[in-house]
């Protein structure tokens, strides 16, 4: 088999590429070692930023994130019993968009099979040779895929970051000693928009996925075991680490369908080629989810590899793959700095006392007090600050 682009992985990340290169009159085949079903349903983020939602208009595949899609002016920051609202739309005229990654990723799925493309699902990509030269290939269960160009986009446990030679990248990296317990549940969102929550037990999220679905999170301990949280001991701490002192907000429940545990990391490599081997996502850079940065990082990538490689295979113009690191890495170290930064003032740390406790809080109120300090946090999260590559 031979194509142009090869393409491990068909999250939102190499089926958007596929589909931006499409566009362009450039062929390519996506190998993916799930099955589909599993693909177009396995939980993952759900916040869009708004140059993410643009693109994926603009590209075709918006009607249904246009129907379906929640737009969110705003979040909650919850401290002290007590919320503060973050108004995006006052403060720097931007919002986000609510829809399921696995959403984004059946758009994408209908529009390149509709469009003739090629996904293999079921093939696992298990080598990447040659990308030193003109002719990689990806050794794949069933067959080869000869091509120009491989797009590693198949995540941070993939095979394509390996496939560079030793000491070829450098790894920047900061695990944290903390997890997320994630959750989605069958009952309506308790509020409009996203409830960010700093709590002497630790952190909590309200987030949803639809009018109808519920996600949320707690910090848990890196070590625990999903087994350790029955639903009942779930719904009960979300109930405490939520509570408000005064009002009548009270957190609706409801059937648990979805139970896991995420780790909390930061990573990051450079380059992000190397050959004819490119990185993109989650094989690339993980952020911390706090900032909502995952998914549309990795629609950054794409968005400047496709560019560049029509520049290359149009024009023979190899300037802007050579310069396909630096273009994303601007973004890329924004956003782990945004990232970093909410996590730290939103979570309680192992070696926390209460003089740390007291910082937090301080800085909780300048952030929701302070308007110049509350338009930095408008710029980040919805992403109207370092986007472009």
């Not at 509709?114 to 990509?125: S, V």
Request: aromatic content about 8%; glycine content about 12%; overall charge negative.
């Amino acid at each position: 088999m031979r194509t142009q682009v090869g393409i491990i992985g068909a999250g939102p990340a190499g089926l958007l590429l596929s589909h931006l290169l499409a566009g362009h009159g450039i062929e390519s085949v996506v190998l993916e070692a799930r099955d589909r079903d599993y693909v177009e349903h396995r939980v993952r983020a759900g916040v869009l930023e708004q140059p993410t939602v643009d693109l994926l208009r603009a590209s075709g595949v918006g009607e249904r994130l246009d129907r379906q899609g929640m737009v969110h002016e705003g979040i909650e920051l919850r401290f002290d019993g007590a919320g503060h609202r973050i108004d995006f739309a006052a403060l720097t005229g931007s919002t986000i968009t609510v829809y399921g990654q696995q959403e984004v990723v059946k758009d994408l799925i209908a529009a390149r099979l509709a469009a003739g493309g090629t996904i293999r699902f079921e093939a696992k990509a298990t080598a990447v040779d040659g990308i030193d030269g003109t002719r990689p290939t990806i050794q794949f269960e069933g067959g080869e895929l000869a091509c120009d160009v491989v797009a590693g986009c198949d995540g941070f446990w993939g095979i394509a970051r390996d496939a560079v030679p030793a000491g070829a990248l450098s790894v920047y990296e900061r695990q944290y000693p903390f997890a997320w317990l994630g959750i989605l549940a069958e009952v309506p969102p308790s509020s409009k928009e996203l409830i960010y929550c700093s709590h002497e037990r630790g952190f909590a999220l309200h987030s949803m996925r639809s009018p109808q679905l519920t996600r949320l999170y707690l910090q848990v301990d890196p070590d625990d075991a999903v087994d350790a949280w029955p639903d009942e001991r779930i719904w009960t701490e979300l109930g405490t680490r939520l509570a408000v002192r005064d009002g009548d907000w009270t957190l609706g429940d409801g059937p648990i369908v979805d139970k896991g545990i995420t780790p909390m990391r930061s990573f990051v490599v450079e380059p992000m080629r190397h050959g004819r081997l490119f990185l993109a996502g989650d094989a690339a850079h993980i952020v911390p989810p706090t900032g909502a940065k995952g998914m549309n990082l990795a629609v950054n990538d794409v968005r400047i590899l496709a560019e560049a490689l029509a520049k290359w295979f149009k024009e023979g113009d190899e300037g802007p793959l050579d310069a396909y690191t630096a273009a994303c890495l601007g973004r890329v170290w924004r956003a782990q700095h945004f990232s970093w930064w909410m996590t730290s003032m939103l979570h309680r740390f192992p070696e926390d006392d209460a003089f740390q406790r007291r910082l937090q809080l301080a800085q909780l109120a300048w952030v929701t007090g302070s308007r110049a300090a509350a338009t930095g946090l408008a710029e980040n999260y919805p992403g109207v600050v370092g986007t472009r590559g």
